[in-house]
């Protein structure tokens, strides 16, 4: 089972930058694909950014393809999330996931780990 830890939220204005951390213990995140997800007030949760165990493959919901970079660094066995050219709409508490399946998903019930998350604002 692997524990997950997510930092690096915070109060953004609109076209900055954020980068958040996802550190995984118990086991190493090649052992999983990972993602990120988020949720605003009354929403449901959504689909961010995913990333396969090796690394080598990466998947983005649409809103964020292009502004967002997921990587994974096995040596600290954390994945990151880079979001620049940041908007009002982005602001949601993100999470990081990880999940058993072989193949990268996007489907938040297949994700099996997740963690407590980590307010991202941005100001207009």
């Known amino acids: 089972q692997v524990q997950l830890v997510e930092s690096g939220g915070g109060l953004v204005q609109a076209g900055g930058s954020l980068r958040l951390s996802c550190v995984a213990s118990?086991?190493?995140?090649?052992?999983?694909?990972m993602g990120w997800f988020r949720q605003a007030p009354g929403k449901e949760r959504e689909f961010v950014a995913a990333?396969?165990?090796?690394?080598?493959?990466?998947s983005y919901a649409d809103s964020v393809k292009g502004r967002f970079t997921i990587s994974k660094d096995n040596a600290k066995n954390t994945v990151t999330l880079q979001m620049n050219s940041l908007k009002p709409e982005d602001t949601a508490v993100y999470y990081c996931?990880?999940?058993?399946?072989?193949?990268?998903?996007?489907?938040?019930?297949?994700?099996?780990?997740w963690g407590q998350g980590t307010q991202v604002t941005v100001s207009s």
């Open positions: 996931a990880a999940t058993i399946r072989i193949i990268v998903v996007i489907n938040a019930r297949e994700y099996n780990y």
């Open positions: 118990g086991r190493t995140v090649t052992n999983y694909v």
């Open positions: 990333i396969s165990r090796g690394g080598g493959s990466t």
